[in-house]
């Protein structure tokens, strides 16, 4: 019996240590949500009720933390017809593997949910769209995309 024990832990270590190979040699990395689950605080602010879409000019584009202890994250401030408005796209290192990139000048329609943060108007995306691109972010529900586990 002690020997069974023995050798089924001796084949997890091995499995965990062949896993561990794998993302290395493939360059890929753990990131966890880093505070950008849906289920997050920052994440439960996401409200399909609050839904809306937005036309206008990127001003800029910054990486800040939205709260506490969360990882980096892109924000768009976008110049409508209403005025300016901050728009939170994701997670630095989810948006850094996109293919498509935004920059200030670039004419874009977001989709999201409208939010207060910080007691300022704001925009939770679920879609840019720039020219034919588009860049989903979250699905109809608002699970981001970066969710691996998305409903647990």
Sequence with gaps: MKSNTVVILLVALLQIAYASAVFAQQGMTWHGSGGWGHHSAYGMMYDTKTMTEIT????????????????????????????NISVHLGPVWHLEKQDMKIMPGDKVVIKGSRIIFYDEPALIASEVHKGNDVLVLRDSEGYPVWSGWRRQ
């Design 56 to 83: 206008g000019e990127v001003v800029s584009v910054d990486r800040i933390t939205m709260m506490h202890q969360m990882n980096e994250g892109i924000v768009l401030t976008v110049k409508t017809s209403e005025g």
